[in-house]
Every structure is written in structure tokens, then in C-alpha cells.
């Protein structure tokens, strides 16, 4: 059945309508709506895709397509990861869109650059403005769903910046695909439906109840034909006027108008929007040997957690013995599970200890490399027995005094990744995201009388809700005017140390998961001989600092039993990855689009 359906999803993401295009643009050329996925949601089987001078992995067939039609149309990497955000901001609103924040690596041939559109705390925001009247931590949905949860969006003007330097095409003709769909309309699909039925909160904002769901407060069925004008009017100004349309004007006035309404109005001001930069950072990255060949794993810097966290787990795993294979009967073993476990149960302890905005917070010993040392990683592995630690402690990597609290740990959610490369060898990994499924659950529109718009986010709960531990020590990560929050996004770009030669681009959306999906894909690939798909598809596995997460109905009892064996508390629980990756092949490149949703690869 599984094959059936995958067969149903390529059908419908090939096949194109030529009936239906927009306005021809100055080159020529027509974005052609694509025939719309109509198959179910769920666990889909998914072979993998060859192409072999470019190709688009991303999480809705639309998406991809954007992308693949832009790099047909001469389009580079860059280009067509703009496309696809767009697309997917219309079709996937419940992950990113222009109401949110993305961290983007991108590599044009000789280096790799960071270009961090995180979200930033406007000028009124307060270290305890998550606390209630008590003194304690708001609960997570009241946060949430409050105009102090939203962050100033940076998605829109860092692609702008990015575009500046890496656009083959004009700014104005990336947004031909999304503008068509808003205005022509898309087909809600299975993922969609089922994620707008199910959410308790969004129905509460009357804009999003008037667009998302029937009069009875249904959600639109599967295949309804949904159209968003009001997106399709913001877009059309964005492609004309850049994004200083977002930042400033009408649209700045809406953002700011939704996010003083109650429950618990925010302090976003206008000036916070005008104010937004996005900043460039040194893209970290560290060695990793595996098969006799050295790699060189490159992903974002703070505020991400992400690359910091993979590279720690990657590290200490490397100094640890093996008991027996490490993959057996094609799933990771026992042995494998608790050694990965209480690596992670480590990093998750320096993470909560260290990482916050670097513009806010000094790296331990004044540099995050500190934390993916070699010396620093072999101590730290030195800790990792036959029985499961419980807890663990944040080390101390250049000898560095502890001057912060830990944050403790709360929800994280959402987000979409996007992996490109184009002919000319150029590539993008980018996780894009407005946090929780459908962000803040604030729908802004600059005119009431026009369907539709688009959805802001609740970055801000990204941030530590407690800003002090009970001895006064501030958390790195807490609220703080003009800062970024803490994220686990983990664009990855891969290249052989010693030729420099690009080998994957990869990444997923997951909350704090999106570091252990990430890290599956790597260790899959590298150590385990397997093709970037059949990594993809591996059952899910995290350990967040607690417990052993596995993917629900993926592991055998005898796993389970073993882990608690060895002293874990062990938790089935589901584990929806939506990773999307790309690697080099001898004949080119091959895709991978995860099972667990609706993403496609499409390529030359």
C-alpha cells in the first residue's frame, strides 16, 4: 500500500497543467501550476530520487516544484530556496512562512556562509514577562497563544540579503510561483487538514477560523481548493518593493495590531520592524572521520544549539567501544541506542548550560569551538558506562567558570528545511520555521474584506521562561530586548576534508528532536553504509536530557527491554521527523524527501 501511495504522490507532483500560468515574465518564462497531491498522510514509502546536475528536496510537492521550475529558468541554489519558502509559507502555513525566522547555509563553490534570519525580542520585552503573577512559568499554551510569544520576523529581509549576493534571477520573479498558487489556489492536503482539525487553539482567532475552516468550524476538506488573496496582495508588494513592504508601511501596522491584542498583548512596535537586521556569522564546523575518510561538518553557530549538540554526540560516540554491531537486523542496536543516549544526555547539558544569543552571552573560553574539542570531548565520553547516568552535569571546556544558571527544559516545536543544489555547485540547507504548529495562532491581514493572510510566530518561547535559578545566576537563554533566542535548527552542509568537494546538504524541522534527526542521517550515511533515504527512514530516536524517546511502533520489545536493562526510562512516543536531504553520488546526486510527510525531491 505504501508503494501505491508513493506512486500516487510523484504522479501528482510530476505531472503539470500547462492551462494554468501567470504573467509572462521578462526572460520568458511561465511558472505552470503542478497538479496537486491528494494522497494520505502518514508513513509513505519513498525510494529516494537520482538526478544528476541539480535537484529540490522540500516538505510539500509545491514546494519543490517552485524550486525546480526557478533552476530550470536559470535560477540559482538561493533562488530556488526562496521560491520554495514562499510556497511553503502558503501551503504549509502550520511550519514557517514570511511571519518567521530561518537560519540559511549557503555555499557557492569555494565557502560557506551563515545568514541568520532568527527572530529577535522587540525593545519592550521583559526577562519575566513569561512568569504569572506569582513568580512561577506561565503554562506553555498560555504563552503561546499571547501577543508577548511573537518575535520580529527576520525570515523575509535575510533571504533579501542572501539574494544580493547569490541571485541569478530578479528578486520580483522568485515570487511568481506563490503568488499564482494564493491567487488560483491550492489544494489543502492530507498533512494540512488533518494538523488544522486537530489543533485546539487556532479556531480562537477569528481571522484564521474565517479562513481555514467552513462555517461549521471544520477544517476544509482534502482537496478543497483554498485560496489567500490577502498573501497573494503581500507578496505581489514584497516582489516590488523588497522587504522593507514587511518591515515597514501597512503591513508592519497589521503585525503590530495583532500582536497588541489580547490575551496578553506584546510590545512589538514599529520601530522593532524598521530596526530588524539580519546578521552573518562564521558557519561552524568540525572533522569527523568515519570509513578511513575525514569529513568536514558544517552547520550554524549561535544562537543555534544544533550543530554544537551534533558535533558533541558525533565526538564523544567517536571514544566510545562498540559491543557488537552497531546496526543489526537493519535497525541500531541496544548497545548503540545507550551509548548515543548518554552522549546526547551530555550535550543536552552543555547546551543548557552555554548556549544562547553570542551577542548577548560569551562562548565558554570566549570561542564555541571550545565545546567540540577533542580533549574536551574524549573527557566528557569518559563518563558514558554500561548504566545509564540519570542525570548529567554541563563539563566545563577551557577551564571556563560557570557563570549562568541551566535552562530548564521546555517545549520546543515546529518548523520545515529546505536542501538545494544546483548545476553550477552551489547549495543551500535551510531551517525556516514560525515555532510552534501554526506560530502564535495570529493571523494578520491589511484588510479585513480579503481572505486570508499569514501567520506570526511564538519564537519568544523559545527563550527560557525563568530568568534566574533560585541563587539569582541568570539563564543565558533568557528574555532580553533585542535578543535571539535559543533555536535546535541544524542546517547541515557536508564536504570531504581533503578535496573540499560538497557531499550532502541536509536537515529537519523537530523542535529540540531536530539535532538527533539530523545526527540519524549523518550516522546512517557515514557509519553505516546506508543511502541518504534509507538513513531518512531509520526509526526515530532522542534523548533530550531524560528519558529515551523511540518512534512509536518502529522498535522491537526486546530494544525497549534492553534500554531499561541498562537503566533507561524508555518512552514510545510519535516522532515526526520531516528531514530532507541531498548527497553526491558517482553519477550525480540523490534525494531523500522523509516518509513521515509530504515532501518530494525533484531535480535534473
Known amino acids: 500500500m505504501h508503494s501505491t501511495v508513493y506512486r500516487l504522490i510523484a504522479l501528482f507532483a510530476l505531472a503539470l497543467l500547462t492551462a494554468c ?29 537520482a538526478t544528476t546536475r541539480q535537484a529540490v ?26 521560491a520554495v519558502q514562499l510556497v511553503l509559507g502558503l501551503v504549509e502555513p502550520q511550519s514557517s512562512g514570511i511571519g518567521g525566522g530561518a537560519f540559511l547555509l549557503h555555499f557557492d563553490g569555494q565557502r560557506v556562509q551563515a545568514f541568520d534570519g532568527r527572530e529577535t525580542a522587540p525593545a519592550a520585552a521583559k526577562g519575566d514577562q513569561f512568569l504569572n503573577t506569582e513568580g512561577k512559568p506561565l503554562p506553555f499554551d498560555d504563552a503561546v497563544l499571547s501577543g508577548q510569544s511573537v518575535g520580529v520576523p527576520g525570515a523575509v529581509r535575510m533571504l533579501e540579503a542572501a539574494h544580493r549576493q547569490h541571485g541569478a534571477l530578479p528578486w520580483a520573479q522568485l515570487f511568481a510561483p506563490a503568488i499564482a498558487l494564493a491567487e488560483q489556489g491550492f489544494k489543502v492536503s492530507p498533512r494540512l487538514h488533518t494538523l488544522l482539525q486537530a489543533d485546539p487553539h487556532l479556531r480562537k482567532d477569528p481571522l484564521a477560523l474565517r479562513f481555514f475552516y467552513t462555517p461549521q468550524g471544520q477544517a476544509w476538506p482534502v482537496g478543497h481548493v483554498l485560496r489567500n488573496p490577502e498573501y497573494g496582495h503581500v507578496l505581489r508588494r514584497l516582489a516590488s518593493e523588497g522587504s522593507r513592504a ?21 510590545g512589538l512596535s514599529l520601530q522593532d520592524l524598521a530596526n530588524y537586521q539580519p546578521r552573518m556569522r562564521e558557519a561552524l564546523c568540525f572533522d569527523h572521520a568515519a570509513t578511513s575518510r575525514a569529513y568536514r561538518i ?10 554544537i549538540a551534533i558535533g558533541q554526540i558525533l565526538g564523544m560516540l567517536s571514544h566510545t567501544r562498540a ?22 544526555r551530555l550535550a543536552f547539558a552543555d547546551r543548557a548550560q552555554y548556549v544562547a544569543d553570542p551577542d548577548f552571552v560569551n562562548a565558554p573560553g570566549g570561542d564555541w569551538r571550545s565545546l567540540l574539542a577533542p580533549d574536551y570531548l574524549r573527557e566528557r565520553s569518559q563518563l558514558i558506562g554500561a548504566q545509564a547516568m540519570k542525570v548529567a552535569l554541563p563539563g566545563q571546556p577551557a577551564a571556563s567558570p560557570i557563570a549562568h544558571a541551566p535552562m530548564p527544559t521546555q517545549p520546543e516545536y515546529g518548523t520545515s528545511h529546505i536542501s538545494v543544489v544546483d548545476a553550477q555547485g552551489r547549495a543551500v540547507a535551510m531551517t525556516t520555521t514560525i515555532e510552534a504548529a501554526f506560530g502564535s495562532r495570529r493571523m494578520v491581514t491589511t484588510d479585513p474584506a480579503r481572505p486570508g493572510g499569514f501567520l506570526l510566530n511564538n519564537q519568544l518561547t523559545d527563550f527560557s521562561f525563568v530568568p534566574t535559578d533560585a541563587q539569582g545566576r541568570p539563564v543565558a537563554n533568557r528574555v532580553e530586548p533585542g535578543k535571539r533566542p535559543r533555536s535546535s535548527m ?12 560538497l557531499l550532502l546538504s541536509a536537515g529537519s524541522p523537530g523542535g529540540a528532536v531536530i ?30 536530557g531524560g528519558p529515551v524517546l523511540l518512534e512509536n511502533q518502529r522498535w522491537p520489545a526486546s530494544t525497549v527491554q534492553a534500554l531499561q536493562g541498562r537503566g533507561h526510562e524508555v518512552r514510545l512516543i510519535d516522532m515526526t521527523s520531516g528531514l530532507q536531504a541531498i548527497e553526491r553520488t558517482a553519477t550525480g546526486w540523490f534525494g531523500a524527501a522523509d516518509p513521515r510527510r509530504e515532501g518530494v525531491v525533484r531535480g535534473d
Not at 558544517?298 to 550543530?307: A, E, H, L, M, T
Not at 559491543?323 to 543516549?341: F, M, T
Not at 541544524?490 to 568537494?501: C, I, N, R, V, W
Request: with cysteine.
Open 21 to 49: 500560468t501567470t504573467q509572462p515574465l521578462a526572460s520568458g518564462w511561465h511558472y505552470t501550476i503542478p497538479d496537486q497531491p491528494e494522497s494520505a498522510s502518514g508513513f509513505t514509502d519513498k525510494p529516494g530520487w
Open 57 to 82: 528536496a522540500a516538505a510539500n510537492p509545491l514546494a519543490t516544484d517552485a524550486g525546480h521550475q526557478i533552476l530550470r529558468a536559470g535560477g540559482s541554489a538561493l533562488d530556488a530556496t526562496i
Open 246 to 266: 514587511l518591515h515597514e508601511g501597512p503591513v508592519a501596522q497589521a503585525i503590530v495590531a495583532r500582536t497588541a491584542q489580547p490575551p496578553r498583548p506584546g
Open 298 to 307: 558544517c552547520g550554524f553557530p549561535p544562537p543555534s544549539s544544533g550543530q
Open 323 to 344: 559491543q557488537g554491531p552497531e546496526l543489526a537486523e537493519g535497525l541500531p542496536s541496544p548497545d548503540w541506542l545507550h551509548r548515543y543516549a548518554e552522549a546526547s
Open 490 to 501: 541544524s542546517p547541515t552542509l557536508m564536504f570531504d576534508k581533503a578535496s573540499g568537494q
Open 515 to 544: 539535532i538527533h534527526f539530523t545526527s540519524k542521517v549523518l550516522v546512517g550515511t557515514l557509519h553505516w553504509g546506508l543511502n541518504v533515504q534509507q538513513a531518512v527512514n531509520l526509526p526515530n530516536f532522542a534523548n533530550l
